[in-house]
């Protein structure tokens, strides 16, 4: 018995610290869980009129791929969680878009690969987390909340050109804060590290004096958002930043501002926005008028509707479909309008994993106002991230882990 006690003890010597460490030791790491996503478009536009030399500006149909991505996330500890995605958008595609006037003009010089996400979030405590690194800066609805591989449509709507996009910077936020259904983001970022072609980011250039990474220009762009939701009925933002452009005519401030709505319910999905900048650089499709100088006021705004025949019992499994419409419509102050009308439908192969593997036709019809239709004769200008500028029939085929 006294043998059995004694082995039983110095066993407990070793298994009790072990066993206590296994459950007080959660600090192991959980991952890296990898994803990624490939979306394989072709597209076709229709009455791009000719040049100069009465060529054709149209190229016919155009292959290409709008987003191929890869990532890996995970949890390092508990509580603190990390994110790094990297973009090959556009790939195969020559130029900054795919045909004249069509192109989501994000990514530049033939599709190039890069970094688009790389952050650390801690959370010490739900309310108050803190998120570091480039991200999306918290500013607009759809573009902070869906992500690319679960839009509606096979393009975001061009409100996305107002605002800054992806930055390096911190950020406080939080999502249902004490269950209330409210969520906040407020951070400070980097104004060199902007997405390309947006009204935030056109030409700015890093500063002098310092060396390496520590090479900043010494200005910033602060953006914030206050959000709150009912669930999937009714999710509701407001949100802005300020910042700066390139010199203009002597100012360089620039502030901006989005509100937003979007919810469903029984395969029923609708969404609406407005954005609105004021002070931005007179970049090409900012006003159509090359070479001018001085700032511009800009707005775009959507609404869209979406039904899922199969979410609303109307189809069987097998035949996931969902018809949806948007109207998306930016304006330049004293410069004129652009309008795209788009109608398309989304086939869902799987139901239980709807964007695993799908299937988009988008027919977007262009209408142009005002002066601004100049800019689209000849040469050909260059449209806002994500519009057209002529009429365009889009098929996109997706697939992801």
């Known amino acids: 018995m006294k043998k059995n006690l004694v082995a039983l003890a110095v066993a407990a010597a070793f298994v009790v610290p072990g066993v206590a460490f296994a459950s007080t030791s959660s600090n192991r790491d959980t991952g890296p869980v990898v994803f990624g996503y490939a979306q394989i478009t072709g597209a076709q536009q229709f009455g791009t009129g000719y040049n100069a030399a009465g060529t054709s500006n149209s190229s016919g149909l155009i292959f290409g791929a709008n987003r191929i991505r890869l990532g890996f996330k995970g949890e390092a500890v508990p509580g603190v969680t990390y994110f790094i995605q990297g973009a090959w958008d556009n790939a195969g595609i020559i130029g900054d878009g795919l045909n004249n006037g069509l192109g989501s003009n994000i990514a530049t010089k033939g599709g190039q690969a890069q970094l688009i996400d790389a952050w650390v979030n801690y959370a010490p405590v739900p309310f108050a987390q803190l998120q570091v690194g480039k991200f999306k800066t918290p500013e607009g609805l759809e573009y902070t909340s869906v992500a690319g591989n679960e839009l509606t449509f096979i393009f975001r709507n061009m409100g996305q050109s107002l605002l800054p996009g992806r930055s390096a910077g911190a950020m ?32 700015n250039t890093f500063g002098g004096g310092q060396s390496g990474l520590l090479n900043g220009n010494g200005k910033y762009i602060t953006s914030g958002m206050l959000s709150y939701s009912m669930g999937p009925l009714l999710t509701a933002e407001v949100s802005g930043s300020l910042g700066t452009a390139r010199t203009w005519g002597g100012t360089d401030d620039l502030t901006s501002w989005n509100v937003g709505l979007s919810g469903g319910m029984m395969g029923i999905k609708y969404g609406a926005g407005y954005t609105r900048t004021n002070g931005t650089s007179t970049i090409g499709y900012m006003n159509a008028v090359p070479n001018s100088v001085g700032t511009v006021n800009a707005s775009d705004w959507h609404a869209e509707l979406a039904a899922n025949l199969h979410e609303m019992t109307l189809t069987p499994d097998w035949l996931d479909v969902e018809p949806a419409v948007r109207y998306d419509q930016y304006h330049v102050t004293g410069a004129g309008t652009l309008g795209n009308a788009t109608v398309g439908v989304n ?55």
């Open 347 to 401: 086939y869902f192969v799987n139901p239980n994993n709807p964007h695993a593997a799908e299937i988009q036709l988008n027919y977007i019809l262009a209408t142009r106002g005002g002066s601004i239709n100049n800019a689209y004769g000849y040469p050909n200008g260059t449209v806002p991230i994500n519009g057209m500028a002529y009429n365009t029939l889009m098929l996109q085929f997706q697939a992801g882990f």
């Open 172 to 203: 406080f936020h939080a999502d249902n804060v004490m269950g209330t259904g409210v969520g906040y983001a407020v951070g400070i970022f980097d104004n060199t590290s902007l997405d390309s072609y947006t009204a935030f980011s056109n030409d």
